[in-house]
């Protein structure tokens, strides 16, 4: 058909054509024409209303196109205006003045007194509150979370632990202990009101290394399901002065604010030894830690739900004044095994091992004397893997037999200065 050109569907040559049609002489032909011609012309009717009806959609669809870039546009310029902003000074309150105006000082040096925006809450300020400040007019534009110490944070253990007291062997009576001073205070507060005394404030965990001091924490904050805080002493340690200080009352704050919690701190010789007149300057440093130390367990409520629990390995060379009653009140030790603990903790150790039936676990603790928990956890762990590495499903007392020997002959030179009272450094 050659009508594709003109908006009717009819062109000159379609006229022609008519025209041509018309004159011959027969009516039917003429009018057979006409019929088919008007089909053809319906056709294209179609054709075009289906193309405008996509042209359409397309032209909806390139605007909401341009609305998108549109608003890319204003969100991408807006980024760059925040990005071209002048940094805020940082400040802190010292001092509400009249509602509208606080004393600050800046983090420049001076103090200024200068105006609050309007869009700030006057809950928000008060002394001590760190604030952003703008450059110029050095008003008040907004108020800063309260600073927290990545490192403090880093100490919570966000899942409580998953060691229960079912999993420590052979310490019953410290447990009965620890239940006692740190798990009843903080499920059952009440109980210590009623008879009017005061629970221990701390508890001090003290025994050779690997006996299972940290277990017993753990187990504790997994069974009172509180926040778990762990801290080792040395990390109280800091490089600059008064940052280990800073880090001890940060520390307790955490705690307050999660509380119920269980504060933790191992190695606890690290910051705690006996303090000396002279010293290093590095040495003050560590006394002003302990003294930070000591002014926050005087501050806190023993029946609070805060409670401190430390280890150490050296409680010989603590300083007194951590001993001393409403500090580290209850000292509990925990020792090397005994013959029937060194069974319970590798019957402990070895019930999920596949082991061959009739191994006799009290010759393995006759034949390990003075191992500790570690040891005995080693012990195991090392026979399943001789029984791995001879492709074997079960555990022989023969992998036991070459396990003993292999740990008790690796920790044999710690196992002798431990008992004959060897030098050991703080
Ligand atoms: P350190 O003074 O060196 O910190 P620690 O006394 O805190 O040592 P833990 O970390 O509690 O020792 O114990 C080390 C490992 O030894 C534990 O993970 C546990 O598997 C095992 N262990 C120690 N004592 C026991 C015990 N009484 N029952 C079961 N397992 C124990």
Do not use: C
């Not at 057979?32 to 089909?39: G, T, V």
């Not at 952003?132 to 990545?150: H, I, R, T, Y």
């Not at 001879?390 to 023969?398: A, G, K, P």
Request: net charge negative; proline share 6%.
């Amino acid at each position: 058909m050659g009508s594709t050109g003109s908006p009717s569907g009819m062109d000159k040559e379609d006229i022609n054509n008519i025209a041509q049609k018309k004159s011959t002489k027969d009516p039917d032909e003429f009018s057979q024409y006409l019929i088919d011609r008007m089909h053809q012309l319906e056709e294209h009717n179609i054709r075009l209303k289906e193309e405008t009806r996509k042209v359409e959609s397309e032209k909806k669809f390139a605007e909401s196109q341009k609305v998108k870039y549109e608003r890319e546009v204003r969100r991408l310029r807006s980024e760059i205006e925040r990005m071209k902003a002048p940094p805020l000074l940082v400040g802190t309150v010292m001092e509400e003045l009249d509602g509208e105006r606080v004393l600050i000082k800046s983090s420049a040096g001076p103090n200024f007194v200068v105006n609050i925006s309007t869009f700030i809450s006057k809950d928000e300020i008060y002394p001590g509150a760190q604030v952003a400040l703008n450059q110029q007019s050095l008003a008040v534009v907004n108020v800063l979370p309260a600073p927290k110490d990545p490192l403090v944070h880093g100490m919570e253990i966000i899942e409580t632990p998953t060691v229960s007291y079912a999993d420590i062997g052979g310490l019953d009576a410290q447990i009965e202990e620890i239940k006692e001073a740190v798990e009843l205070p903080l499920i059952a507060p009440e109980r210590f009101e009623a008879v009017g005394v005061e629970p221990p404030k701390g508890v001090l965990l003290i025994g050779p290394p690997g006996t299972g001091k940290t277990m017993l924490a753990k187990a504790v904050a997994n069974e009172t399901k509180a926040t778990f805080i762990r801290i080792v002493g040395s990390e109280l340690v800091q490089k600059y002065i008064g940052e280990g200080a800073r880090l001890v009352r940060e520390i307790f704050v955490m705690a307050r604010e999660k509380s119920p919690s269980i504060i933790f701190i191992d190695e606890l010789d690290a910051v705690g030894a006996r303090r000396i007149d002279t010293g290093t300057s590095g040495d003050r440093e560590v006394q002003r830690t302990l003294m930070q130390l000591l002014a926050e367990m005087d501050g806190f409520d023993p029946r609070g739900n805060v409670k401190l629990m430390a280890a150490t390995n050296r409680h010989d060379i603590l300083d007194p004044a951590l001993l001393r009653p409403g500090r580290f009140d209850r000292i509990i030790t925990v020792p090397i095994p005994s013959f029937e603990a060194r069974i319970e903790i590798l019957k402990l150790h070895s019930r999920k091992m596949k082991i061959a039936p009739g191994i006799n676990f009290e010759r393995m603790a006759a034949l390990t004397p003075d191992a500790t928990g570690a040891d005995l956890k080693a012990i195991t762990m090392e026979a399943g893997m001789f029984a791995v590495r001879e492709e074997r499903d079960v555990v022989e007392w023969s992998d036991f037999e070459r396990a003993i020997e292999k740990v008790m002959k690796s920790t044999r030179p710690s196992l002798e200065s431990r008992n004959s009272g060897g030098v050991m450094f703080a």
